[in-house]
């Protein structure tokens, strides 16, 4: 089960950072990603991690968000900075177990969801 949080209304230059607790999800290697959906557009791959610590972003967020995993909470943060009014969007994180811990922005790639979270800039 993941269920995010964090999600707000800000003013454009804004910070934000949205949580998601990951439960039920007893992996060895894994991959944990962020995507977003904004009205009329299909949902995007953000930013990923994988359980050796390596990470993937999208480059129309490289340099402004950053994702990070808390083993110890069990919990997937993604840090929103200078946020533009075209990253409004539903925010969704994802996981997938894997023998590979790849890093990945694709959601074919990942089969668990969580329900979401609204971000408006």
């Known amino acids: 089960q993941l269920v995010e949080s964090g999600g707000a209304s800000v003013q454009p230059g804004g910070s934000l950072r949205l949580s998601c607790e990951v439960s039920g999800f007893d992996a060895g290697d894994y991959f944990l990603g962020w995507f977003r959906q904004g009205p009329g557009k299909e949902r995007e791959g953000v930013a990923s991690i994988d359980s050796d610590g390596s990470t993937a972003y999208a480059m129309s967020v490289l340099g402004r968000f950053r994702i990070s995993l808390d083993n110890a909470k069990r919990t997937l943060y993604l840090q929103l900075n200078s946020l533009e009014p075209e990253d409004t969007a539903m925010y969704y994180c994802?996981?997938?177990?894997?023998?590979?811990?790849?890093?990945?922005?694709?959601?074919?790639?990942?089969?668990?969801w969580g329900q979401g979270t609204q971000v408006t800039v």
């Open positions: 994802a996981a997938q177990e894997t023998e590979l811990p790849v890093p990945s922005l694709i959601k074919a790639d990942y089969t668990y």
